[in-house]
């Protein structure tokens, strides 16, 4: 059973930084892609990042510039560095990995206020 594990959430004032990891059971190299994503209330969930495991990297247009994705295979472990945070990246968020099917940790929730 594949388990996705996210920590590093929390309350931090706008202009803050946070780092997320999302842990994995089992080795990252099953999933060709894996991303992060959030959920604020009344709203969709929405892609943030995802890396694929060639390196490659996306970012929704609201983060770029601010956050970044990275892995660490030998760890098992995918991270989201968030910098320059807003009140509007308050949201729950999730990590998901794509590969041989959808998995969705937990989530971890991100508070952005003064």
């Known amino acids: 059973q594949v388990q996705l594990v996210e920590s590093g959430g929390g309350l931090v004032q706008p202009g803050g930084s946070l780092r997320l990891s999302c842990v994995a059971s089992g080795s990252i190299f099953r999933f060709n892609v894996m991303g992060w994503y959030r959920q604020a209330p009344g709203k969709e969930r929405e892609l943030v990042a995802h890396?694929?495991?060639?390196?490659?990297?996306n970012y929704a247009d609201s983060v770029k510039g601010r956050f970044t994705i990275s892995r660490d295979n030998a760890k098992n472990t995918v991270y989201l560095q968030m910098n320059s945070l807003k009140p509007e990246d308050t949201a729950v968020y999730y990590c998901r990995g794509l590969g041989g099917g959808s998995y969705w940790g937990q989530g971890t929730q991100v508070t952005v206020s003064s």
């Open positions: 890396i694929a495991t060639s390196g490659i990297t």
